[in-house]
């Protein structure tokens, strides 16, 4: 078990332009999410998936973020015409979908966006 | 909206002390989470707790969920410079999330 791994660790951009991230989770958690975290506060959810299906999404994920997850395997986020306001980490976690254990997530190393 | 308030925001002590950390809210979980969060790095699961009143001991740290399952505290006895670190409280939120308080950065010096 390698665990829940991001790609890339870090990520430059400038403001208008489009970028991707990769996450790839803990190969028996069938639940993926995907938080956003500034400096000073804790992760903020974004949105999450139940296998393939995207079950959730926050009122923060604006029409300029969308999330995939083809397979039910790993997940991408893409944020579109990338803002100043856009950086920040990107944490992915996964868990199992059964009762508490759905709230023990394990977080990946994150992606860290800068936007100039 | 279900909020965790954490306190204090910041704690400098030397090693070897003691500490505690306190989650609140006002609403009621049916678990909540403690996690340690590094610089550049993601958050890591320490304990899960569950049932009111329930106490958890993982070497030198100690957590307790409140009887009306409304807060939590954390007890670190003998701090050591690998105990720095932002601790963070979580717990379900409405949308099958986790919903996170604002964390203790914690450091100690050697």
């Known amino acids: 078990d390698t665990g829940v791994s991001q790609n890339p660790r870090h990520k430059i951009t400038k403001r208008g332009q489009n970028v991707t991230f990769r996450c790839d989770p803990i190969?028996?958690?069938?639940?993926l999410y995907w938080y956003r975290q500034t400096l000073g506060q804790g992760p903020e959810f974004l949105t999450y998936?139940?296998?393939?299906?995207?079950?959730?999404k926050s009122r923060l994920l604006s029409d300029r973020f969308s999330a995939e997850r083809p397979k039910g395997s790993f997940s991408t986020l893409e944020i579109q015409r990338t803002e100043q306001g856009d950086s920040a980490m990107y944490l992915c976690?996964?868990?199992?979908?059964?009762?508490?254990?759905?709230?023990?997530?394990?977080f990946g190393p994150g992606t860290r966006l800068t936007v100039t | 909206t279900q909020l965790l308030e954490q306190s204090p925001q910041f704690l400098s002590i030397q090693e070897g002390e003691n500490l505690t950390v306190y989650c609140n809210s006002s609403?009621?979980?049916?678990?909540l989470q403690w996690y340690r969060q590094e610089p550049g790095e993601g958050p890591v699961l320490l304990v899960t707790?569950?049932?009111?009143?329930e106490v958890k001991k993982l070497k030198r740290l100690t957590f307790q969920f409140g009887d009306a399952r409304k807060d939590s505290s954390l007890h670190i006895t003998a701090a050591q410079p690998g105990d720095t670190g932002l601790y963070l409280c979580?717990?379900?939120?409405?949308?099958?999330?986790?919903?996170f308080g604002k964390g203790t950065k914690l450091s100690v010096k050697p």
């Open positions: 976690a996964s868990s199992i979908s059964a009762g508490h254990s759905s709230y023990e997530q394990y």
């Open positions: 707790v569950v049932t009111g009143g």
């Open positions: 998936f139940q296998n393939e299906a995207q079950l959730e």
């Open positions: 979580a717990a379900g939120g409405s949308q099958g999330n986790l919903i």
């Open positions: 190969s028996e958690h069938n639940r």
């Open positions: 609403s009621v979980f049916s678990s």
